[in-house]
């Protein structure tokens, strides 16, 4: 005969558990479209409601279940263990034979948000039978979102930045299972399909021990698959997933499956980037660089003897320490990560502008393309003004502006939004092979500054002073000019300021043609 209060306390440490598994579930399927898809905001979104929709549903398919509710808690974990266990080795598999992925991983969660949905239902009616209804309802409510706080905790410290999206879900099945075996055991006597459930029991663990040895051969050949290269570096960070690749002697480095650089050209993206916001400025003592945690706008701006500090701010602590340890980085970035003149801070650009209280003569924004929502801060009109009060008088802002070409509009948004800022502003672009047409903004902090003055003086600009492999007077000219259509001043007054409570930047983005390219 088992202990009332055994019962409920072991009912209610499985329902803590679960909870715990559960809510790591939604991250693990949420991050995993962000990675694979892109556009983490509308992922997160996507994937957390349908999951708490199909709760919903499980909760409601759990009133047909009238007896045997022991054995089906039993095997709803059982489920759980395989189907959270399977989820990144089926989502990176299938991605490297289609682009429906999304649509895997949308099954997936409500497949799985169902099951957990069947959880609480299920537990409190086991447990109805030894606590009255408000306790009852109140302690199985209760450790389910205790659980759920401790596995947001797991999943931020430790799951993710130490296991990745690997072995994170193999965990998640080992605790669906770890309650299930408790259970099978701890209250054998009172199951009525001992048999099944047994046989559930070992065919489950060999499979969990299997797939724990073939995890990561898995997902690196759906990894592999995704890039026509060689994949020779992979690393899951707390913020993004980081792939370098290989194709004879030349790397491509991708963040979330988004190419950054490749060494084939990457020079005729960081020298336009650099050079003439150096050559404009009239002190470069001190420079300030956000994003570029890969060391190559970092690299040409230590070209200059003139400048003595510069502070480059990049979120991924893993990126900036890839760059100033990885032999491949080291060699392609001149090992400027290294540099004593370099202080690297590891925290969010706009965070950074909002404490730090230093003035600086060129300031390089080196953010990722604005693909997302949650990159619209640094694309906004309260962003660069917040860089202009840490320019001098005559200081410069260059920040990449995506692509002139293929998004038009978007780049005009930014062109536009700096203006707004308060800076005099020119836009710039260059072909990149491995990229296609990119466009940069460079504006300038002083008062009656024309921007056709500012146009004639980068024109003018000359660069046979410092080692460039593409750029010269003759590139500038290029790039300073664009042809009918492009930055005309009736297309510009049709584009709106970007800025973080009207995210017109987004918009422009998404309306662009980079699926036909």
């Known amino acids: 005969m088992c202990n009332p209060r055994s019962v409920s306390l072991i009912l209610k440490i499985s329902l803590f558990a679960t909870g715990c598994a559960g809510i790591v579930a939604e991250f693990v399927l949420s991050t995993m479209a962000t990675y694979l898809l892109g556009n983490a905001i509308f992922q997160w979104t996507m994937v957390m409601s349908l999951m708490l929709f199909a709760m919903g549903v499980g909760s409601r398919i759990s009133r047909f279940f009238r007896g045997r509710l022991l054995d089906t808690f039993i095997t709803v974990e059982f489920c759980l263990s395989v189907l959270c266990a399977l989820s990144a080795a089926v989502a990176y598999s299938i991605s490297a034979y289609t682009n429906y992925t999304g649509l895997v991983i949308y099954a997936q969660a409500t497949i799985i948000g169902s099951l957990i949905g069947l959880e609480i239902p299920l537990v409190t009616r086991l447990n109805e039978a030894y606590e009255e209804l408000r306790i009852n309802i109140s302690g199985v409510l209760e450790k389910d979102y205790y659980g759920s706080l401790l596995g947001g905790l797991i999943f931020a410290f430790f799951a993710l930045p130490y296991l990745g999206l690997t072995y994170t879900p193999i965990l998640l099945g080992a605790v669906n299972f770890s309650v299930a075996s408790l259970l099978l055991w701890r209250f054998f006597s009172l199951l009525e399909r001992k048999k099944l459930l047994i046989a559930s029991f070992i065919g489950i663990l060999i499979f969990l021990t299997g797939l724990t040895i073939l995890a990561k051969p898995i997902i690196r050949y759906g990894e592999q698959r995704k890039y026509r290269d060689k994949i020779v570096y992979a690393e899951q960070t707390r913020y993004q997933k980081i792939v370098m690749t290989q194709w004879k002697s030349y790397y491509w480095l991708y963040i979330n499956g988004q190419e950054q650089f490749s060494t084939f050209d990457e020079y005729r993206y960081h020298e336009p980037l650099v050079h003439p916001a150096m050559k404009l400025s009239p ?68 965070w950074f502008l909002e404490q730090d209280d230093h003035l600086y003569g060129v300031v390089i924004a080196d953010l990722p393309d604005p693909d997302s929502i949650d990159l619209m801060h640094v694309y906004s009109e309260n962003f660069y003004q917040m860089i202009q009060n840490h320019l001098i008088e005559g200081g410069i802002l260059v920040t990449q502006a995506t692509s002139s070409f293929f998004s038009h509009k978007a780049f005009l948004c930014i062109l536009k939004t700096v203006r707004a800022a308060g800076f005099s502003a020119i836009a710039y672009h260059n072909q990149i092979p491995t990229m296609g047409q990119w466009g940069w903004v460079l504006g300038i902090k002083k008062k009656n500054f024309s921007e056709n003055y500012l146009k004639q003086r980068f024109l003018e600009l000359d660069f046979s002073d410092i080692p460039t492999r593409f750029l010269n007077n003759d590139a500038v000219i290029s790039m300073a000019h664009f042809g009918k259509g492009i930055v005309d001043e009736s297309i510009m007054a049709e584009i709106d300021i970007n800025s973080e409570l009207s995210p017109m930047l987004y918009r422009y983005y998404l309306q662009g043609s980079w699926g036909v390219y």
């Open 283 to 350: 002190d470069i003592s001190h420079v300030l660089i956000l994003g570029g945690g890969d060391g190559l706008a970092l690299r040409e701006v230590l070209k200059y003897n003139q400048v003595k500090t510069v502070t480059l701010v990049d979120l991924d602590p893993a990126m900036t320490g890839l760059a100033k340890k990885h032999p491949i980085l080291l060699e392609i970035n001149d090992g400027s990560m290294n540099s004593p003149k370099v202080n690297t801070v590891n925290t969010d650009a706009a």
